[in-house]
């Protein structure tokens, strides 16, 4: 039986090509878990995100700036929702978005698909380091567009501690139990594509 040994550890991982590359929100999709009453899960996610992605020659030089708005939270109960959003918690008022800006990406693993990406997460007023573990999902044209628009997919994962940012538990339970658990698990799927979506983001309604 022969086995297929891989590409040679100098392959270059697939990757957008260099240049600017802009998150796709309308197919992204930023994903929290968070443990409620001690015992279930709780998962929402943020709708309305934006940003680029600076692709290096070197691919482990390239940086991600990407900014989320905290009230485009959804969890699908309403007045779950405007809890989540209010001074108790994220108040979004007073923090309207969050942002995160990779400082560092390695490689991870042994598949030359999967990396590691450092950064610094700002949410709530507070700014704290956080390390996501990626990988290369595939490239595809656009749609719409296939000759003008192409794009790659992500996908990563991590955690952050709410109490790190300053945002505390709602009150304990009966059983000792927080209502909100400290730790919350992040899951992203993310579009890049080389325009900026903006305009077209506009146009189908997106932005309020």
Known sequence: MVHDAGPPPDARPPQPEPGTWYVDPAHSCIIFVARYLGFGRVQGTFGDSWGTVAVAEDPLASKVDVTVRTASLNTGVQARDAHLRSPDLLDTDAHPE???????????????????????????????????????????????????????????????????????????????????????????EVRVQNADPTEWLRQIGHFA
């Open 98 to 188: 969050m942002r995160f800006t990779s400082t560092a990406l390695e490689p991870r693993g042994r598949g030359r698909n999967a990396f590691r990406m450092y950064g610094d997460l700002t949410l709530h007023g507070t700014t704290r380091p956080l390390e996501l573990d990626c990988q290369w999902g595939g490239e595809a044209p656009d749609l719409q567009d296939p000759e003008g628009i192409h794009a790659h997919f992500f996908a990563a994962n991590g955690s952050i501690t709410l109490s790190d940012f300053g945002i505390a538990d709602v009150g304990p339970t009966a059983w000792g139990a927080r209502v909100i658990g400290d730790t919350v698990d992040i899951v992203l």
